[in-house]
């Protein structure tokens, strides 16, 4: 397992340096333990302190697997069933919600597309945008979508849309149904009971702690710049955790509900969070679907993969694990930067013994880098850079005196031959790049390019 550790450092320690992300946390659990945690970088970038695996951030939208968690207790209980209209529950309920059940709420099917009033918030509250969206409480989420029937694309249970309305609004049923405030029923029934000690909602814990890693944007020149934490986020995004104490969490899910002799939910109820509901829109391994507040990945090296990503802008999240395995991981992060769903991913597939240079996101970032560099025509008579950025190429040149940027779209990626789409004056072309004996050349309209 050494090995499996120093290449989970090695990776770590590439990505976060390649995203500029100020400090990371790592958990690993297999068979019920933990068997790696620590910390790389920062989490006060200022004062030099390191992270490390205590560290606190804000989970975000890990949170909606806590809550979609906390109805499957009520319905386990007889107190609410997942076909009910959300309407039984809450009252004024919004006209976009009028004929959609809490099953809908927590697959992200109610047809109603993402509003953005968590984006607004934090964002507004960061000073990141004009906008300003002063939500304090669940109330105003549903008051602030009086006129969302107009936005709706589709029925119910007809297409996903990734809504954090939706999961504002769950949180209101947990408190209809068990008669407790949101905070207190998730802290009752699965925080105490998952003996999760440092895991919160409040800012006042949070300050009474004293572990939270400071909150990061990274500007335009690389610099990182503290930002206000986004305290207030609920039953969609509000918790703030550690890589413990989240081992802990995915501790129960392995175990089909059971925690050192104590069961948090049946192991039906989590079979039920763990079905693929809804198809996503988008693919990046193949296949994935939601569930009840998890995303589900079917076929990641022939398991079933459970994992959640969240972001709140200056934190960010992921967990996963793989039940047949007996495995799980934790990864937080004090920043956005590379995708900690990426990282989580890597480690899984290093601890069921696969090769994580397979995974398409993987294996084509490293195609893409090997294509950057700068290139020039024959004798050097034009030049030209290309750089990537995200999952895009770019072609720089220079015209007229200033640089001119043309975004490059992969149609086929390989290790000697890659072939891109381009529109310049309203002209496609493809560029094709290819490689060979350590030489990169890329054909671009009338013009052969060399890399120097």
């Given at each position: ?97 009028s004929?959609?059940?809490i099953?809908?709420?927590?697959t ?10 968590a ?61 407790l ?28 702690d ?16 503290e ?17 413990v ?59 079933k ?37 990426f ?21 084509k ?14 004798r ?16 720089v ?8 940027e ?47």
């Amino acid at each position: 397992m050494d090995n499996v550790f120093h290449k989970i450092d090695g990776f770590i320690l590439e990505k976060i340096s390649e995203g500029r992300l100020p400090g990371l946390s790592l958990a690993v659990v297999k068979d019920g333990e933990v068997v790696y945690s620590r910390g790389y970088g920062f989490r006060d970038v200022s004062g030099a302190v390191p992270a490390d695996e205590d560290t606190l951030y804000g989970i975000a939208s890990i949170t909606k697997s806590f809550t979609a968690l906390a109805v499957m207790q009520l319905a386990e209980a007889g107190k609410l069933s997942l076909s009910d209209p959300v309407s039984n529950y809450i009252e004024p309920v919004p006209e976009a919600f009028s004929d959609v059940t809490i099953h809908h709420l927590l697959t992200h099917s109610s047809g109603i597309p993402a509003l953005g009033y968590a984006e607004a918030y934090i964002r507004g509250l960061a000073g990141l945008d004009d906008g300003w969206l002063p939500v304090t409480d669940p109330r105003d989420v549903l008051t602030f979508m009086v006129d969302a029937e107009d936005w709706r694309e589709g029925s119910p249970g007809e297409k996903f849309f990734y809504l954090n309305e939706g999961y504002v609004a769950l949180g209101m049923v947990v408190e209809s149904v068990s008669g407790l405030r949101y905070e207190d029923y998730v802290r009752r029934y699965i925080l105490e009971p998952l003996e999760m000690s440092r895991t919160y909602f409040s800012r006042e814990e949070v300050e009474r702690d004293g572990g939270l890693a400071k909150p990061y944007i990274v500007d335009e020149s690389g610099n990182f710049i503290e930002k206000a934490f986004p305290y207030g986020i609920y039953a969609d995004g509000g918790l703030i955790s550690n890589v413990v104490d989240l081992a802990k969490y995915l501790t129960m899910y392995l175990g089909g509900g059971m925690y050192k002799g104590r069961r948090i939910v049946g192991s039906g109820m989590l079979e039920a969070m763990e079905e693929p509901y809804i198809r996503l829109p988008y693919e990046v391994i193949g296949g994935e679907a939601y569930g009840y507040g998890w995303r589900i990945t079917p076929n990641f090296y022939g398991h079933k993969l459970v994992g959640h990503s969240g972001s709140v802008l200056v934190h960010t999240g992921y967990v996963g694990y793989i039940r047949d395995e007996g495995v799980a991981v934790a990864v937080l992060a004090n920043g956005a930067g590379y995708p900690l769903s990426f990282i989580g991913e890597y480690v899984l597939a290093l601890l069921i013994g696969e090769d994580p240079t397979k995974l398409p996101y993987i294996w084509k970032d490293r195609v893409l880098k090997g294509l950057e560099g700068e290139y020039q025509l024959y004798r050097g008579t034009v030049k030209a850079r290309v750089v990537k950025r995200g999952s895009i190429l770019y072609l720089v040149m220079k015209e007229a005196g200033r640089d001119v940027e043309t975004p490059l779209f992969p149609i086929v990626l390989g290790e000697e031959r890659s072939v891109f789409k381009t529109i310049s004056n309203w002209r496609e072309y493809n560029v094709e790049f290819r490689s060979r004996d350590g030489m990169v050349e890329f054909l671009y309209e009338r013009y052969k390019f060399r890399r120097l």
